[in-house]
């Protein structure tokens, strides 16, 4: 009994690291996406019953276990109690099975809902820009951009999205061209966050509208939501969060109500926060937050 309550403990502390039932801003944490429990019903590496059986087991590929250790899910005694629990999902199939081997390259393996990179060459990172650095790899120009920053990088990096060259804050860049396809795609509706400076005052109907749709040259656009952060005379700070990605947005859908931005952050993508990062520097996304924004997109 003592040696199972140990198995049991060690699993829960990595279970409540990657964030069980935490959210982003998004309301769509890894919960939402559906809980890696073991259904009921269900033998070892099968779907519940009415689907199809799935065999993911591969003869010649690497244990379970072992993907899970050298991908940092924690020791390899604790990856077999996470398996043995029923909190590994190989390619949409619970697996109990310790004895189950799979191919990193070409299988995707959650744990508690969430997705773990097993690509070691897949790089995936925060970047503060800093505000006269224009969003993109490389300038014919010359202009500072986001490529300079990241020199130090080998791998060939992608941006995920713009900034004006105006604007400063949170921005995504991998090499992972399937999460950042996802990202950008309208209809998995990110949430960005943003804080603004603006002329004052702000009347207090300002949420209202913002939150019912402001109608622009190129359609109607709505925050999703909208708050007063702080207020001084002739001018306020506000926040806004809205998974729109036309381009200006933010300083189009202001300037409209008019509240033209004087100056104007990202400050967070779905789970991602830019926090106290000084502009210029960027840091890998830790495990947990990468899982969340994978879950976010359906990954």
């Known amino acids: 009994m003592a040696e199972e309550r140990r ?3 060690k699993a829960n502390r990595w279970g409540s690291g990657i964030g069980r039932g935490q959210q982003g801003t998004s309301g769509r944490g890894a919960s939402a996406r559906g809980a890696s429990r073991r259904p009921a019903g269900t033998q070892r590496g099968e779907r519940p019953v009415g689907q199809p059986a799935v ?3 591969v003869a010649d590929g690497v244990r379970l276990q072992k993907v899970l250790a050298q991908a940092g899910v924690g020791s390899r005694r604790t990856c077999e109690d996470l398996i043995a629990a029923g909190r590994v999902r190989v390619d949409d199939v619970v697996v109990t099975e310790l ?3 799979v191919d990193p390259s070409r299988q995707a393996v959650h744990v508690d809902g969430l997705r773990v990179v097993l690509d070691e060459t897949k790089v ?3 970047l ?3 505000l006269g650095v224009v969003s993109t790899m490389s300038d014919p120009q010359g202009r500072p951009c986001i490529g300079d920053l990241l ?4 791998h060939r990096l992608y941006h995920v999205g713009r900034l004006d060259v105006d604007t400063e804050g949170l921005i995504l860049v991998t090499n992972d061209g399937e999460l950042a396809n996802r990202l950008q795609h309208p209809s998995w509706e990110v949430p960005k966050t943003y804080l603004a400076q603006v002329p004052g005052p702000i009347p207090r109907d300002l949420g209202r509208r913002l939150r019912e749709g402001v109608e622009l040259e190129d359609g109607p656009v709505k925050v999703d939501s909208f708050r007063l952060v ?4 002739g ?3 506000v926040e806004l969060v809205l998974h729109e990605g036309r381009n200006h947005i933010v300083r189009r859908l202001l300037a409209e109500v008019g509240h033209p931005v004087e100056q104007l952050v990202r400050t967070r993508i779905g789970p991602v926060l830019l926090g106290d990062m000084l502009p210029g520097r960027s840091r890998a996304l830790a495990r947990p937050e990468l899982g969340r924004l994978m879950a976010d997109v359906g990954l």
């Open 7 to 9: 198995r049991n403990h």
């Open 55 to 57: 065999d993911v087991h």
């Open 99 to 101: 004895g189950l081997r």
């Open 124 to 126: 995936y990172l925060a």
């Open 128 to 130: 503060n820009k800093p």
């Open 151 to 154: 020199e130090q990088h080998a």
């Open 230 to 233: 702080d207020s001084q005379p």
């Open 235 to 237: 001018r306020a700070l």
